[in-house]
């Protein structure tokens, strides 16, 4: 039998360093293909060589049959394979049929747009698939699942018979997965193959009829999905004992550090409460968009909360800005170092001073033998590796600049350390290293607060686990108890 | 782990280009200087080293303030406005003349120069409040003002000029402490204040950060939305400072004063290095780029050029000294 797509052996490192090492691979038309994997398991270096984007180092790509070798994402849209990213990037000015057919407009004799010619095929491709969906409705007025329906639109303009859906539902919730499941069994009637990229397993085993298992960057295992049960799927994508990989050496004591009560924002969360011990690593799992960085936003002061309380070793505090949060003992690891945790065109020091400026000078005269003397301090502690501290933070490494920000933060000597993702992209070896800080912190008596969307890191740091699903907690584990499956089923 | 290896940066130290990168517009200065000193024997005389300061100082206080206001990644085009009318509304107060004058006038200098500066503070008040608070950019709330602050000079003042300014006033255009004339005094003054508060206080660092990454700076407990604010009445008040100067110095305040001074303004801050992308910059470049621009007028007039080459030259050196920096940046 002919696949719409195989592909065997396929291997791509970079650096050195190899993100693929046996990607391996059969859609069949008509069906809906569940691509799985964690965290760095080589999904989307798969994707992206499929797409053109990245060029193979070996391996073989059949399309319909025929060896097939892609040098740019034209190609292989012209070959018939479609991506809709995980990111959507819409022109929101623009009605729905002009972001269909964006740079392929149909033309009228004298080079204008033949507005009617392409609003009549934009309309003829949403009737098809159902979608209730004007084509002259300007993008911006539609919701995300929406601009996700017509993204399948475009795809199907491309005459694309190969859809990849890299993580569709990240961004939506409820009703319009539902919406979105729909369309997919649609296309499926009408022949196409589907490859469906998520973390949700209840919406693989809602939809999808194969399941490929990445890990490490290597082929697992495939199969049908009839032929495997939920707890089956997991065990295939987690696949190993991490234990080892963290350092923890906290003992809870049963004073309480930070208590929420009630706690909601507008519109992410609702009714969160919980409370963290001094000493405690309280780890909070969610998928992405389930209220995971909300909730520290609400306790930072970031972003405005409606309702619920928040106290600090049984006080009850208070908090409109960052500036109060830092007043009463709190510190906000931000979940991306880049956009919110570091002044990239500043030094190391200026960026370890930033958050204690007001303890290091008298009154608003700045004092630089104690803006240098607390800038060593944290560089020793956290053993920053920079040639001097007035070098521009951006020369750092990742886990360095990620060491920089925990540095800040502790400058400020906190009670509470809320940590977004601490560990997101920097490598195994500052891992640790942040692991052990974090431990360190909390055997001190310390309460840590740590959010993370890697199972491993939660398990392996965590005394209590708190499971996030669109923006209300569905379950609390306690180290004990807590296994992967646990945490993928409560989050999903 | 680096990502540059140690010995890199030591091989750096006398690496030729790097030396050009980072003080390339003061050699350039210097250069210029030097030339202008060998080709011209007047050039280097005091008297002309003097008057050079004198010309650069308008608009160096302008740049001063600009600089904050760059720094914080806006911009602030009204300071050509604001020249004109803090030196009408300031001069409307100082002046002998019945008719210009509003009731009272001539009032002490003093009272003249803190009106004028309190008008310069509140219209980078309000245009600072449009920025920061209502999230206008920083582009159209100034280009606002700029339109807004030059029609309320010519209803203030009738469209017409307003002549005859006490001698007290005149002082601080015209007179001289020691022998250096009174508005170099005024301009050091407020460099010197600027650098100190940019290097040494707390306001500087936030300023720095501000510019640098707002939400890294907002997260780090700083008042975001109050530096913001605050960087436009620096750059209001010194607005006010130079028109007030300018006013002293011709004798009489014009509506029509300031004209275009922005881009001048601008053009210093550039050209000393500093990013229209926030976060990087020195207050010290500003006095360079000040200088250079002065020194360059001045030199170009020493030896005939027509004013109209002079401008061509000027566009040329503000992109070279922006093409420097992005080099720069791209080696980062």
Redesign the interface.
């Known amino acids: 039998m002919v696949h719409l797509l195989e592909v065997s052996g396929l291997t791509k490192s970079f650096g050195g360093v190899a993100a693929l090492r046996n990607g391996q691979f059969q859609l069949e038309s008509g069906s809906v293909h569940a691509l799985c994997g964690g965290n760095g398991a080589g999904k989307s270096t798969f994707l992206s060589i499929i797409m053109g984007i990245h060029v193979r180092d070996g391996g073989q790509i059949w399309r319909n049959g025929e060896l097939v070798e892609f040098a740019s994402p034209a190609e292989a849209l012209a070959s018939g394979i479609s991506i809709i990213e995980q990111e959507l990037s819409p022109v929101p000015h623009m009605t729905v049929a002009e972001n269909i057919y964006l740079g392929r407009e149909p033309l009228r004799r004298f080079g204008g747009i033949n507005f009617s010619a392409m609003n009549k095929a934009s309309g003829r491709i949403l009737d098809s698939l159902e979608f209730d969906i004007s084509p002259t409705t300007l993008m911006m007025d539609l919701s995300i699942a929406q601009t996700q329906l017509v993204e399948i639109a475009k795809a199907l303009s491309y005459d694309a018979e190969v859809i990849f859906m890299d993580e569709p539902t990240s961004a939506i919730g409820g009703q319009e997965v539902e919406q979105l499941l729909a369309a997919i069994q649609k296309l499926k009637a009408q022949g196409k193959g589907i490859v469906y990229v998520s973390h949700r397993l209840s919406e693989i085993f809602e939809v999808a009829d194969h399941y490929t298992v990445f890990r490490d960057g290597a082929f697992v295992e495939e199969g049908e999905i009839s032929s495997i049960d939920r707890r089956g799927l997991i065990r295939c994508i987690v696949g190993r004992d991490l234990e080892e990989e963290f350092t923890k050496t906290n003992t809870p004591t049963n004073k309480t550090g930070l208590a929420v009560v009630g706690l909601s924002d507008e519109n992410k969360i609702s009714d969160i409460s919980f409370s963290v011990n001094k000493g405690e690593i309280l780890g909070i799992y969610g998928l992405m968009g389930s209220g995971r960085t909300e909730i520290f936003e609400c306790l930072?002061g970031?972003s405005k909360k409606t309702s619920g309380t928040i106290s600090i070793a049984k006080k009850t505090i208070e908090v409109n800005?960052?500036?109060q949060?830092?007043g009463h003992g709190l510190a906000?690891v931000?979940e991306d170092r880049k956009?919110?945790?570091?002044?990239?065109?500043?030094s190391v020091r200026?960026n370890l001073?930033?958050?204690s400026?007001?303890n290091l000078?008298h009154g608003?005269?700045?004092s630089s033998m104690l803006e240098k003397t607390a800038s060593k301090e944290m560089i020793a502690q956290f053993s920053i590796?920079a040639?001097r501290d007035t070098m521009?933070v951006?020369?750092?490494?990742g886990?360095?600049q990620q060491k920089t920000v925990l540095g800040?933060w502790f400058m400020t000597k906190p009670d509470v350390l809320l940590l977004d993702e601490p560990t997101r992209g920097v490598d195994v070896g500052a891992k640790r290293e942040i692991y052990g800080v974090m431990s360190e912190f909390a055997s001190q008596g310390g309460t840590v607060v740590m959010t993370s969307s890697e199972i491993e890191e939660v398990l392996g740091m965590a005394d209590r686990i708190l499971v996030m699903r669109d923006g209300r907690i569905s379950g609390v584990l306690s180290r004990k108890e807590a296994n992967a499956e646990m945490l993928v089923n409560l989050a999903a | 782990?680096?990502?540059?290896k140690?010995g890199d940066?030591i091989a750096k130290g006398i690496n030729i280009n790097t030396i050009v990168r980072d003080y390339g517009i003061l050699l350039a200065l210097i250069l210029l200087m030097v030339i202008l000193s060998w080709s011209n024997q007047y050039f280097l005389t005091p008297r002309n080293i003097l008057n050079v300061l004198r010309q650069t100082s308008i608009n160096g206080i302008l740049a001063l303030g600009m600089t904050f206001v760059i720094l914080t990644r806006g911009i602030d085009l009204s300071v050509g406005s604001v020249v004109a009318l803090a030196g009408i509304v300031s001069a409307s107060l100082a002046t002998t003349s019945s008719t210009a004058g509003i009731m009272g006038a001539p009032y002490p200098a003093v009272v003249a120069i803190i009106v004028g500066l309190l008008v310069g503070a509140t219209t980078g008040g309000i245009a600072g409040t449009i920025v920061a608070r209502l999230n206008v950019p920083a582009f159209v709330a100034t280009l606002g003002m700029l339109s807004a602050a030059r029609g309320l000079t010519l209803i203030y003042a009738g469209g017409r000029p307003v002549p005859a300014l006490t001698p007290e006033f005149r002082w601080i255009g015209t007179g001289d402490i020691l022998g250096i004339p009174v508005p170099v005094v005024i301009f050091a003054a407020v460099f010197l204040i600027s650098w100190w508060v940019l290097t040494?206080?707390?306001?500087?660092?936030?300023v720095?950060?501000v510019?640098?990454?707002p939400?890294?700076?907002?997260?780090?407990?700083?008042?975001v939305t109050r530096i913001k604010l605050y960087v436009y009445v620096i750059s209001g008040a010194l607005a006010a400072l130079a028109g007030m100067i300018l006013a002293a110095r011709t004798g009489s305040a014009l509506t029509q004063a300031g004209i275009a001074y922005e881009l001048d303004a601008i053009a210093a801050v550039v050209i000393g290095g500093t990013?229209l992308s926030?976060?990087?910059g020195r207050i010290s470049g500003t006095l360079i780029g000040a200088l250079l621009i002065g020194v360059m007028n001045n030199g170009l007039d020493l030896m005939g050029v027509e004013s109209y080459y002079q401008q061509v030259l000027k566009g040329v050196l503000i992109v070279a000294a922006v093409m420097l920096d992005q080099t720069r940046n791209r080696h980062?």
């Open positions: 930072f970031l800005s960052p500036s949060a830092i906000l931000t956009l919110s945790g570091l002044v990239m065109t500043g200026s001073c930033l958050a400026l007001k000078g608003p005269v700045m590796k040639e521009p951006s020369e750092l490494s886990g360095n800040k | 782990m680096f990502k540059k140690a940066s040494r206080t707390r306001f500087g660092r936030y720095y950060a510019g640098g990454n939400r890294a700076a907002k997260t780090s407990g700083i008042n990013s926030g976060g990087i980062e």
